[in-house]
């Protein structure tokens, strides 16, 4: 069965560290597709990467990175020298529809909290 | 550029009455989906639309829950008999494309949904 594990509920952190939010998932498909969202305090969920089953190259965009290791069935999200503005809920979803890639399996979300 | 408009932001309603949840997806985005995030628990798929058509509809909990997409613009969520379970977080989303072209789905900030 498909599934997304973050084992972590909440994270919290002081400004300017590093901080790892972790991500595993099951699935019997190989051709799959994960993601994170941001929910911000506002409540939207905002997009912040895409990665299909095929591309396992590590991802860096600006302080945010992604490690995807398929052997480990992983997709963990690191963001460098963090900043109060990155406090929010961020989920992990995979998908496994091909042809409708948003049927989405969330894990339970990690609320990472940025201390000034 | 308008990003997907939900309405009510939130809505308070007894057990047993109907309650219909709006969401204006982003223009010209023909692809539409409906998310919900019920206490306690991950985010689930509801259904997806293309245009005004229902093309899965396997999340959907039961016959209480009627959605619709007339003229494949703006979708309603209608819940009728609203039940206690049936509180959480519903969220609408839409893109542009599905499948390998499909591009980021765009949240609306969700509709915060208490059955009392």
């Known amino acids: 069965a498909q599934k997304v594990t973050q084992a972590q509920t909440e994270i919290s952190v002081v400004e300017k560290e590093d901080v790892t939010l972790d991500c595993v998932y099951e699935?019997?498909?190989?051709?799959?597709?994960l993601f994170w969202y941001k929910q911000p305090p506002s409540g939207e969920l905002v997009f912040l990467i895409r990665?299909?089953?095929?591309d396992e190259q590590n991802e860096i965009s600006g302080r945010y990175s992604w490690n995807f290791q398929k052997s480990t069935s992983s997709f963990n999200f690191t963001i460098t020298a963090s900043q109060v503005v990155d406090s929010a809920v961020y989920f992990c979803a995979l998908s496994e529809a091909m042809d409708s890639n948003y049927q989405l399996i969330w894990g339970a979300g990690t609320k990472l909290i940025i201390k000034p | 550029e308008a990003g997907v408009t939900q309405f009510p932001s939130h809505s308070v309603i007894e057990k047993g009455q109907t309650v219909t949840l709006r969401c204006d997806p982003i223009?010209?985005?023909?692809?539409l989906y409906w998310y919900r995030r019920v206490m306690g628990k991950e985010i689930k798929f509801l259904l997806h639309f293309v245009k005004e058509s229902k093309q899965d509809e396997s999340g959907m909990p039961n016959n209480r829950f009627l959605a619709e997409r007339t003229g494949g613009t703006y979708s309603t969520l209608k819940v009728q008999p609203a039940e206690l379970e049936d509180s959480g977080v519903y969220f609408c989303?839409?893109?542009?494309?599905?499948?390998?072209?499909?591009?980021?789905?765009?949240f609306g900030q969700g509709t915060r949904l208490t059955v009392v």
């Open positions: 989303a839409s893109s542009q494309f599905t499948g390998f072209r499909s591009t980021e789905a765009f």
């Open positions: 699935t019997r498909d190989t051709t799959y597709y």
């Open positions: 990665r299909n089953s095929f």
């Open positions: 223009s010209g985005h023909d692809n």
